[in-house]
């Protein structure tokens, strides 16, 4: 049997289970449920507590916090290196996608994914916090693995958790991470894949042999600039289409019940596409669940466990519900939905259609803000489970192989490469919501605790 077709079969095996671990019989349901008996057992947490928690996140807010170390990061620093991971490829690409696949309704679900997901990522954070600890250095550190082992005491899932997250974020991820500003830059600039990935790996490196606090000075400074960068971008499109805005939100509405009448068949999906790629890619953006994000606010400096909670919940906010939805209505008042176009692609001729000649450079260099902060995060994120199982020993030999994974990455588009990061995005999920169900009865504790005029129930 010859290379390629070996590699055509590894690919069709692993799509094949993808199409259940994704599918709406497989963690589809699971995250969502989650998420909706997360928002029932916190009393609607996410309303509640949404005016405080954007208080208290932006009370302050400064580019220039004080530096990271031993002790941890400050809260919004946290925040920053959660959201750099967060709004990623997922929000230009990823919505892109969902709606050439699942029609405008996609955005319908991705909205009631992200609403759920937000009392799940409070949870998450508030877990991550109240299992902190510190590493064999005495720097604090923490995540899914430290709550599954001293919360749930099952050390071997949480030893499962820490190497799907390592394969699935530190190497594979961060190889889609690399190519997705690669492919962009050759088709704005015509730059040869082998530099992008020589220069994303030296500027990774640079980051990553900084420690903590080289990663949480460039998240506060980076992840605030492009979300601005990109939302006036965006903005200026739209208001050029004004007279399309209301026809946007329509399509959105019509399009999650009736896929085909929203887009005048342009788009064959029905009911059932519209849910599965809208939750699926918004899960995908916004990571509620997946056990990536409190890695971040398990190192955050606050006064209690709720507080980062709400923190977290304010990440997913201005991931769905600000960014993502740039791009959908860039896309929707531009009326460059084809049926044809998907991806990236889609999203470039959008931005094509409002700034002309500048559209693509302007995606190409978001595309590059988006996905190395994502892989800045993403490192971070493997580097908590490499110490965890490894200790900090390791720490030196793991970045390089990081930084190779990230210039390989950008050479090579392997369609088994992107399967493979979805599946072990997939299996890192099911460890972690069998620890926050677990354990939500410490979730709902800590929530009475930090404020008791809003009691929650909490079952023997």
Request: glycine share 10%; net charge positive; aromatic share 12%.
């Amino acid at each position: 049997m010859d290379h390629a077709s070996l590699m055509d079969q590894m690919t069709a095996l692993v799509q094949s289970i993808n199409s259940w671990l994704w599918g709406i019989t497989g963690l589809i349901p699971l995250l969502v449920g989650v998420g909706i008996y997360f928002t029932f057992r916190l009393n609607f947490v996410q309303i509640r507590k949404f005016g405080q928690a954007m208080r208290f996140t932006f009370h302050g807010l400064s580019l220039h916090g004080e530096r990271a170390g031993k002790a941890g990061m400050t809260s919004f620093q946290s925040l920053a290196t959660a959201v750099a991971a967060q709004v990623g490829t997922g929000n230009i690409a990823g919505a892109a996608t969902a709606i050439a696949m699942g029609g405008p309704g996609a955005i319908f679900w991705m909205w009631i994914a992200a609403f759920f997901g937000m009392a799940t990522i409070f949870s998450e954070a508030v877990l991550a916090q109240l299992f902190k600890t510190h590493d064999d250095k005495g720097h604090v550190t923490g995540g899914p693995a430290y709550y599954i082992t001293n919360g749930l005491h099952c050390r071997p899932l949480a030893i499962f958790f820490s190497i799907a997250i390592i394969l699935a974020l530190g190497f594979i991820g961060n190889m889609v991470q690399s190519n997705s500003i690669a492919v962009a830059f050759t088709s704005a600039f015509d730059i040869a894949p082998l530099y992008t990935g020589l220069a994303i790996a030296g500027l990774a490196a640079f980051i990553f042999f900084g420690g903590l606090g080289r990663i949480a000075s460039t998240t506060e400074k980076l992840v605030p600039i492009m979300a601005v960068i990109y939302i006036i971008g965006s903005i200026v499109i739209i208001c050029m289409n004004a007279d399309q805005i209301i026809p946007a939100f329509k399509m959105i509405f019509v399009g999650a019940f009736d896929p085909s009448a929203a887009t005048g068949g342009i788009i064959g999906a029905g009911v059932k596409e519209a849910m599965r790629y809208g939750v699926a890619r918004g899960l995908f953006s916004n990571e509620a669940g997946m056990g990536s994000t409190p890695h971040a606010h398990a190192v955050a400096k606050v006064q209690h466990p709720a507080q980062q909670g709400m923190v977290a919940l304010c990440g997913l906010f201005i991931d769905t519900f600000v960014v993502l939805n740039m791009t959908a209505l860039v896309i929707f008042t531009t009326g460059v939905l084809d049926g044809k176009t998907t991806g990236i692609e889609l999203a470039q001729k959008a931005f094509t259609a409002g700034f002309g000649a500048l559209g693509n450079p302007f995606v190409a260099v978001c595309l590059l803000f988006f996905a190395f902060s994502t892989i800045v995060g993403w490192y971070f994120f493997a580097e908590q489970n490499a110490k965890f199982l490894f200790g900090t020993k390791v720490l030196p030999f793991f970045r390089i192989l990081v930084m190779c994974f990230l210039c390989l990455g950008a050479m090579l588009k392997v369609d088994l490469v992107w399967e493979l990061a979805d599946m072990f995005n997939g299996l890192m999920v099911i460890p972690n919501l069998l620890a926050l169900v677990g354990l939500s009865k410490l979730v709902a504790k800590a929530l009475n605790d930090y404020d008791p005029s809003f009691p929650v129930k909490i079952k023997k």
